[in-house]
Nanobody, 118 residues
Framework: QARLVESGGGLVQDGGSLRLSCTAS????????MGWHRQVPGKQRELVAK???????LYADSVKGRFTISRDNAKNTVYLQMNNLKPEDTAVYYC????????????WGQGTQVTVSS
């Protein structure tokens, strides 16, 4: 059984930076793609960025050029470096991972709040 634990959220001013981390704990699994989504009240959860086990990345248009996703496979950890943050980036950020044990499941973290003040 795997568990995802996030850290790094907080309050930052417009134009500031934050780095989110998400680590998969447990044993006996293989991690495929990992990613970050975000959600604001009343709206659907949306993809922010995704990275495969081989390092290929995908970004939402709204964060291209400002956010960078990376991973450390040895640590089962995915990162999201967020630069030039804007008030519209304010949301709860969730990491997720496609994890193989006996079968493939998608796991989600508990979410971390990111608030960008204007």
């Amino acid at each position: 059984q795997a568990r995802l634990v996030e850290s790094g959220g907080g309050l930052v001013q417009d134009g500031g930076s934050l780095r989110l981390s998400c680590t998969a704990s447990g044993s006996g699994f293989i991690i495929n793609a990992m990613g970050w989504h975000r959600q604001v009240p009343g709206k659907q959860r949306e993809l922010v960025a995704k990275i495969t086990s081989g390092g290929s990345t995908l970004y939402a248009d709204s964060v291209k050029g400002r956010f960078t996703i990376s991973r450390d496979n040895a640590k089962n950890t995915v990162y999201l470096q967020m630069n030039n943050l804007k008030p519209e980036d304010t949301a709860v950020y969730y990491c997720n991972a496609e994890i193989w044990t006996t079968w493939k499941q998608v796991y989600w973290g508990q979410g971390t709040q990111v608030t960008v003040s204007s």
